[in-house]
């Protein structure tokens, strides 16, 4: 297994070369002053929502290609097998720069973990239950077992 510092600066390096960082912001938060905007869901055209979901889907594919899809999940179902440190290590990392909307990506998997349960795919023997399910598929942006079903009705 590699040690946690190697695995920060390959992910760095993977970072750099694939996205831009966010700019910093030299001001802290101060309650009640700057912008009020929320933007919780807006309504835009279905061209751009879906250019948006390919982009989604192509930065999930390549991060997953490049091991950092499924962190840490079992290597046995497509994950790198680390402890959930690096995955935190990574999700902070990966905060510093600028993505793509994964809100669709993290339906999908949202969708893909119910879509297992409900087939009773999930070990209810477990001493813990971490909520891992196969996500190869998923991670990579092509399909989750909900999308797979004609007779299920959407929820997005």
């Known amino acids: 297994m590699t040690d946690l510092a190697t695995f920060v600066a390959a992910a760095t390096e993977f970072l750099d070369a694939h996205r831009a960082r966010r700019p910093e912001t030299a001001a ?3 309650w009640g002053e700057g912008d009020d905007f929320v933007g919780i869901v807006e309504e835009g055209d279905p061209a751009t929502e879906l250019a948006g979901v390919r982009l989604a889907q192509e930065w999930a594919a390549t991060r997953f290609d490049a091991g950092f899809g499924w962190i840490d999940g079992p290597r046995e179902l497509g994950g790198a097998g680390l402890p959930t440190a690096f995955a935190r290590a990574y999700r902070g990392l990966e905060a510093r720069y600028e993505l793509p909307d994964l809100f669709i990506e ?3 998997v949202l969708r893909a973990k ?3 349960h409900d087939l009773g795919l999930d070990d209810e023997d477990a ?3 971490d909520g891992k399910v196969d996500l190869a ?7 989750t077992p909900v999308a797979q079903d004609p007779d299920e009705e959407s929820a997005i």
């Open 106 to 108: 993290m339906l999908l």
């Open 114 to 116: 119910a879509r297992a």
């Open 137 to 143: 598929d998923t991670d990579r942006g092509r399909a």
């Open 28 to 30: 802290d938060f101060v």
């Open 127 to 129: 001493e813990e239950d």
